[in-house]
Nanobody, 112 residues
Framework: QVQLVESGGGLVQPGGSLRLSCTAS????????MGWYRQAPGKQRELVAT???????NYADSVKGRFTISRDNAKNTVYLQMNSLKPEDTAVYYC??????WGQGTQVTVSS
């Protein structure tokens, strides 16, 4: 059974940083593109960043220069380092293994 488990969310002040992690089990991790998406209240889920099996990355314009996606295939884990956080980054962040499935989500709240 494939599982994607996110961690690292929480409450942070504007300008702060968080690192999200998503660990996969039950599947060969290193052959899949991994992504982070987010969904704010009342809004559609949107792409944040993706990373291919070869390490090619792609970012939403709203997070370029602030967020970094990376992967550690030995640990079956994808990360999202989020710096210079803004209130508009507040959302539930989801990990996606394309095309296998989604994690359960982790809440990120940016507020003073």
């Amino acid at each position: 059974q494939v599982q994607l488990v996110e961690s690292g969310g929480g409450l942070v002040q504007p300008g702060g940083s968080l690192r999200l992690s998503c660990t996969a089990s039950g599947i060969i991790f290193n052959i899949y593109t991994m992504g982070w998406y987010r969904q704010a209240p009342g809004k559609q889920r949107e792409l944040v960043a993706t990373i291919t099996r070869g390490g090619t990355t792609n970012y939403a314009d709203s997070v370029k220069g602030r967020f970094t996606i990376s992967r550690d295939n030995a640990k079956n884990t994808v990360y999202l380092q989020m710096n210079s956080l803004k209130p508009e980054d507040t959302a539930v962040y989801y990990c996606k293994m394309d095309p296998v499935g989604w994690g359960q989500g982790t809440q990120v709240t940016v507020s003073s």
